[in-house]
């Protein structure tokens, strides 16, 4: 099983509907919880830091799911400017060395006019 | 320049050459990071420094050789590379808590625009 899974898509969707994507984890031990974007050719950018108790930043919500090991980005009133690759990134304490930062191969969002 | 840069950011090199990539940050960081970036798979982390002690090493194969002079500078030596290690570089800086091996990252990692790596 991967350490950090998700659905890679691409999901097209009509600009102003409202999509979500999830992403799971493996590692129960697992800290620290972020999405980033990736537009094509450029290199990854901090969307959002994902709290405990959710967090919102204007469309975009972010969510945590400790029990069943997930994370949930919800974009609401979707942007053509909002077509991305959405990257979760998970940070995991280390034992014997520094915490491991690992991500998701990202889910492809496309937003049609 | 603000932010991290990244050169050169292109580069096409032959399997017997030497060559190095080179990053700089002007965000006041203390961690650098090293990732590849090939087609179809997940950004692998292969370098991390805390101030300037290098913290983790993901198996990278020894072709692959990480410098950091400072705190505002990283570097990556290539020699004898293969066709299968063309993939995008990136550099990446964030601040960090704690020193060496006890060092942890949670915090939003800056990155550079990469160097787009053919090796033929």
Redesign the interface.
């Given at each position: 099983r991967k350490e950090v899974e998700q659905d890679p898509g691409p999901f097209n969707v009509p600009e102003g509907a409202t999509v979500a994507f999830n992403c799971t984890y493996s590692n129960s031990a697992s800290q620290s919880f972020f999405w980033y974007r990736q537009d094509c050719r450029k290199e990854p950018k901090l969307l959002m830091s994902v709290y405990s108790s959710g967090n919102e930043d204007g469309r975009f919500t972010a969510q945590l799911n400790r029990a069943s090991q997930y994370i949930s980005l919800l974009i609401r009133d979707s942007k053509l400017s909002d077509s991305a690759t959405y990257l979760c990134v998970v940070t995991i304490p280390g034992y014997s060395s520094a915490s491991k930062i690992i991500f998701g191969s990202g889910t492809r969002l496309s937003i049609r006019p | 320049e603000t932010g991290v840069t990244q050169t050169p950011r292109h580069l096409v090199m032959g399997m017997t050459n030497k060559k190095s990539l080179k990053c700089e940050q002007h965000l006041g960081h203390n961690a650098m990071?090293w990732?590849k970036q090939s087609a179809?798979?997940?950004?692998?982390?292969m370098f991390?420094y805390?101030l300037e002690e290098r913290?983790?090493n993901n198996s990278v194969p020894s072709r692959f050789s990480p410098e950091c002079p400072n705190s505002s500078h990283l570097f990556l030596h290539l020699h004898t590379l293969q066709p299968e290690d063309s993939a995008l570089y990136?550099c990446a800086s964030s601040h960090?808590s704690?020193t060496g091996?006890?060092?942890?990252?949670?915090n939003?990692?800056?990155?550079?625009?990469?160097t787009r790596l053919t090796v033929l």
């Open positions: - | 990071y990732y179809k798979k997940p950004l692998e982390l991390v805390s913290v983790e990136l960090t704690g091996v006890l060092s942890v990252h949670y939003e990692q800056f990155f550079g625009p990469g």
